[in-house]
């Protein structure tokens, strides 16, 4: 990805999700800022993602997690 504007302060939700290249949906952002995942602050009636912290989530490493499957039945 390229690198962050530093002069910008603030990300919109939807600058967020484009600058993730649309790999999360929009309702997925809003999501993760009702969990709390995503720091924000209220500007009008604007919701606004810190610009630092938009670096640093996407400068953090990736974590692979891998799917196993579980059988909850027993073979007689």
């Known amino acids: 990805m390229s690198e962050l504007n ?18 999360v949906s929009m309702g997925m952002v ?9 720091p ?10 810190p610009a630092s912290w938009v670096q640093t989530f996407i400068d953090k490493p990736y ?3 891998k799917k196993v499957s579980v059988n909850h ?3 007689n």
């Open 6 to 23: 530093l002069t910008k302060r603030f990300y919109t939700v939807k600058e967020f999700h484009t600058e993730l290249g649309g790999i």
């Open 30 to 38: 809003y999501k993760m800022i009702a969990n709390g995942e995503i």
């Open 40 to 49: 924000t602050r209220k500007i009008g009636r604007k919701i606004a993602i």
């Open 63 to 65: 974590i692979v997690v």
């Open 73 to 75: 039945k027993e073979k």
